[in-house]
């Protein structure tokens, strides 16, 4: 094998290994879905920070593969309802959970 025939494979091994490695599972999210969820939750959060009659900010966001988890505390069912709809709004979300209770 010739020295530049060598180089070549061995960055072609480098890349699959790399690739590989970045890539999800069933059960977990690879490197850029990890990446997009804390954009998404990040996004979320503050636009229930932003929303004037959301007071409270003991709402917690998670997100999984696009699925926005909404838990905590608020003050009334609409809050509860004003909370998913904001959430609901922001780019990338691709459902709602609603774990939320009332004080």
């Known amino acids: 094998m010739t020295l530049p025939n060598r180089f070549a494979a061995i960055f072609s091994a480098l890349l699959l290994v790399s690739v590989v490695g970045c890539a999800s599972t069933p059960k977990h999210e690879g490197t850029g879905q990890y990446m997009d969820d804390t954009v998404i939750t990040t996004k979320v959060k503050t636009a229930i920070f932003n929303e004037p009659t959301l007071k409270s900010t003991e709402i917690n ?40 209770q009332l004080k």
């Open 61 to 100: 966001v998670e997100t999984y593969k696009g699925t926005v988890q909404l838990s905590g505390f608020v003050n009334s069912r609409a809050d509860m309802k004003k909370a998913v709809e904001v959430a609901r709004s922001v780019e990338g979300v691709v459902a709602v959970k609603d774990q939320m």
